[in-house]
């Protein structure tokens, strides 16, 4: 009687060699390392927490820095145009930085060493920052501290994408980006509170409740180093010393390539939402005072993120199941809808707290839907061993991208009118949806 078969042999057999013979009760083994690569991966894992983890630390040292810069600048007498020049600068430098840190780690294999050196530079910019009295050292303390977010940001996310399966990143980039916004909501929240309980100190200056608030946010920024080193597992990544930095960009696929240029459109015009907190201070100045307006516009930025929070997993399921590529093009015309509503809001001076809340929930979710999955559509158009590399192309349009809006929306809003500003903002962002648009067709 023939016994059940139990595996497909997958060595050739050739019929006339009788070392390759087999009885048919003979039954095949199996290598335990075929078993385990066969089974899937879970999406939860312990590589996707710990990136979790360490994202949320890290986006609560410096989101609390985005969110009482504007009033800080504010308060030290410097306008919105250095404001935008300021984030746009520090944008353009973290783009190039995730550009060759990409090429780095896919040439020597050392990820989990640069994204180590990444968290560890946001800290040293913060206390750059916290010693700031004029913007040329905001400057370097910004540019120190998204060097660093520059270095870290593609190579998390490859390790984070190579940890799980090809049917879960949706899900993986979303608990990713929720548990890294959560960062971003408990930050800037406590920093507001700690802003207004520490105003009535007897400071110096009207700065002294800002550094305060600063200096603070230097511990979450150590202590994500500290969670990255112990808990995240670098997936098996080989170095390719061969690989060549021109000619490696040369033979990127032409969609992805595509699909950058749609992604640089649309970043032209997807301004700095520093500028957003910016405007909503602005607005509510003449009727709360530029310290209470600080607060209810950083107060609002934090609202931005909850929406951010709450809908970044069921965004990324909502992806897994209807595509990565069609759930992005609406997040690409909810980033326009936000700047059309701002251009409006300020060509009828609102200060409305309602419809400014209505303007921030919309951007947390063209937020959640970009930071979720510009990177996992990025992993279906390129080949894994050139992911790294892929990913800072990304950074690096994207950077360059948002140092031309900041800059542009900052320098008009101050030279003609913010309407102006954000009106284009809006043109550049449905033209970035367009291009989307062909790409999906492709």
Partial sequence: MKQPVMAKQVKTIHPKSSENRMSKTDKIEIAPETVQNDQPKRWLNRTVVGAGITSALGDFCYETTTVILPGFLAVLGIPAAVLGIIEGTADAVASFTKMVSGY????????????????????????????????????LGRLVSWFGKGLRGPLRDAIVIQAVSPETRGRAFGFHRAADTIGAVAGPLLGVALLGWAHDWPWNDAT???????????IPGVLAVIA?????????????????????LRNLPARFKRYLGA???????????????????????????????????????????????????????????LGHLPVLVGGYVLGALTAVLTALAFWFGVDSMVLLGVIFFI??????????????????????????????????VNGVAKFISSTTVGVLWTAISPVLSFGLAAVLMAGGTLALLRVKKD
């Fill in 104 to 139: 780095i780690a896919d040439k020597l294999g050392h990820r989990k060493l640069l994204v180590l050196i990444g968290y560890g530079l946001t800290p040293v910019g913060q206390v750059l920052i916290a010693l700031a009295v004029g913007w040329p050292l905001l400057l």
């Fill in 208 to 218: 002294g409740s800002f550094r305060f608030v600063l200096w603070l946010s230097v």
């Fill in 228 to 248: 990255f080193l112990t808990l995240v597992k670098d997936p098996e990544h080989s170095p390719n010393p061969s690989l060549k930095f021109f000619s490696s």
């Fill in 263 to 321: 992604v640089g459109v649309f970043g032209i015009g997807d301004f700095s939402h520093s500028l957003l907190i910016l405007a909503a201070t602005q607005m509510l100045t003449a009727s709360m005072g530029i310290v209470h307006a600080a607060q209810v516009g950083g107060l609002l930025y934090v609202w931005r993120n909850v929406v951010q929070v709450a809908v970044s997993y069921p965004i990324g399921v909502l992806a897994d199941r």
């Fill in 363 to 396: 951007a947390g979710l063209y937020v959640a839907v970009l930071e979720a999955l510009e990177s996992t559509v990025t992993a279906e158009m390129v080949q894994a061993d050139k992911l790294a590399m892929s990913y800072g192309a990304l950074g690096t």
